[in-house]
């Protein structure tokens, strides 16, 4: 059906960068929103950024000014530039497509979430 692949993850100091990306392929009719995710050790999973087809875009608190989201909808990929990061960012970073496909010609799955399978972030102080 659908593959979401993420890349893009390591290790950095406090205050570098890093880039996420999150490429979904498979029978994809049409991709409605598109965001990143993180959780940390003991801790629940949480929204980071979300961006719509149309280019909205929406953060958490502790990211605005520091995290940009992204897409190229001809790639069906979605991107998350992250900026000035801290130990506190420190998770696995998921991302996560409301996608429409098709199983077969003429059959389509109704719009549902598919995940990626993490990506590690972690910030050395």
């Known amino acids: 059906q659908v593959l979401l692949v993420e890349s893009g993850g390591g290790l950095v100091q406090a205050g570098g960068s890093l880039r996420l990306s999150c490429a979904a392929s498979g029978n994809i009719v049409s991709i409605n929103t598109m965001g990143w995710y993180r959780q940390a050790p003991g801790k629940q999973r949480e929204l980071v950024a979300t961006?719509?087809?149309?280019?909205?875009?929406n953060y958490v608190d502790f990211v605005k000014g520091r995290f940009t989201i992204s897409e190229d909808n001809a790639k069906n990929t979605v991107y998350m530039q992250m900026n000035s990061l801290t130990p506190e960012d420190t998770a696995v970073y998921y991302c996560?497509?409301?996608?429409?496909?098709?199983?077969?010609?003429?059959?389509?799955?109704?719009?549902?979430?598919?995940w990626g399978q993490g990506t590690q972030v972690t910030v050395a102080s």
């Open positions: 961006i719509t087809s149309g280019g909205s875009t």
């Open positions: 996560k497509m409301q996608i429409i496909c098709t199983i077969e010609p003429g059959i389509q799955i109704p719009m549902r979430d598919y």
